[in-house]
């Protein structure tokens, strides 16, 4: 049960060890210019595999919960579904179901955690494989997997390293479930991380140039944090501290390098999305557009 590129490598791992009767994805969604029906990544793999996929708006139904049921497997493996699993989906097989989390739990619950752990600065990140139950990511814990968090790693690079990782937990816990007690978690020690939401994303260079530095690394390449110029949105997708000084917002330096004042110190824009054109260096990027040196973004 799983739906973006996060689900692939357990889904693509499970298919190579166990039988996969059946997987549960959310709906196609029209995209693109020809208003074409696109399909999740996680259907596609399946199909590719000749497995039958299903894609229900809601699990609340008394018919959805029983043709759940009558698959009859030994387990459900969810990994960023995206729809609620009620009480009867949660009990209709022996082991349950199990959640690939993108936390070390209890630390991150919720829809964003692997941005969340970027943006406030943590220094360790990982993947818990845990038991659903009703409340929000509470369910016991059964395997776990540390991932040192660098300097420079962004949501992106975090991101793929939790779904490799997700996809060898899963298989340890499966190839020998009894190797894996749960264990309640620490309530106390939970911190919620919200979904991310569009006013988040335009860069307020009024804040501590750390916690801008890693609100930009977190949110980079997607959703991508921006600034306007010009009646344009530029995404920076990456950058480096630097110690200039200059009122919040203002640009600094803008012939060979972009360097724009924050709080307490500045950043030096290496990597940058002109609105409505790809993902470019700066250096490429100045080469047939330019800033106004002093000018304050807002």
């Known amino acids: 049960m799983g739906t973006p590129d996060f689900a692939?490598?357990?889904?693509k791992r499970l298919i190579k060890e166990h039988e996969v009767v059946c997987v549960y994805t959310r709906e196609p969604k029209v995209a693109g210019r020809g208003n074409k029906l696109s399909k999740t990544p996680v259907h596609l793999v399946a199909e590719q595999s000749g497995i039958e996929?299903?894609?229900?708006k809601t699990l609340r139904s008394l018919e959805e919960q029983q043709k759940f049921?009558?698959?009859?497997?030994?387990v459900a493996v969810v990994a960023a579904y995206g729809?609620?699993?009620?009480?009867?989906?949660l009990q209709a097989y022996p082991l349950g179901c199990l959640n690939i989390h993108a936390s070390l739990l209890p630390r991150w619950r919720g829809a964003a955690p692997i941005q969340r752990c970027i943006e406030a600065g943590d220094k360790q990140g990982g993947v818990t494989i845990m038991q659903v139950a009703e409340g929000l990511d509470t369910g016991d814990m059964l395997h776990k997997g540390?991932?040192?968090?660098?300097?420079?790693?962004?949501g992106g690079e975090l991101h793929d390293a939790m779904a490799e990782l997700g996809a060898e937990l899963i298989a340890d816990v499966l190839a020998d479930v009894q190797k894996y007690p749960p264990q309640a978690q620490d309530d106390s020690l939970s911190c919620y991380a919200p979904k991310i939401d569009k006013n988040?994303?335009?860069?307020?260079?009024?804040?501590p140039v750390v916690d801008l530095y890693n609100k930009i690394r977190a949110f980079s390449p997607y959703p991508g944090m921006f600034f306007e110029y010009g009646g344009e949105r530029f995404k920076i997708l990456a950058a480096i501290k630097t110690e200039n000084k200059g009122a919040a917002g203002e640009i600094l330096c803008s012939n060979n390098k972009l360097i724009i004042a924050a709080n307490d110190g500045s950043l030096q824009i290496t990597e940058i999305q002109r609105q409505g054109k790809r993902a470019m260096s700066v250096e490429e990027l100045?080469?047939?557009?330019s800033f106004i040196t002093g000018t304050r973004l807002a």
Request: aromatic fraction near 4%.
């Open 8 to 11: 692939v490598p357990a889904l």
């Open 53 to 56: 996929v299903r894609t229900p």
């Open 69 to 74: 049921a009558a698959l009859k497997a030994d």
């Open 83 to 89: 729809l609620i699993l009620p009480l009867p989906v």
């Open 146 to 154: 540390v991932i040192n968090i660098s300097e420079t790693m962004t």
């Open 200 to 207: 988040e994303c335009k860069i307020d260079f009024t804040m």
């Open 286 to 289: 100045l080469r047939g557009y």
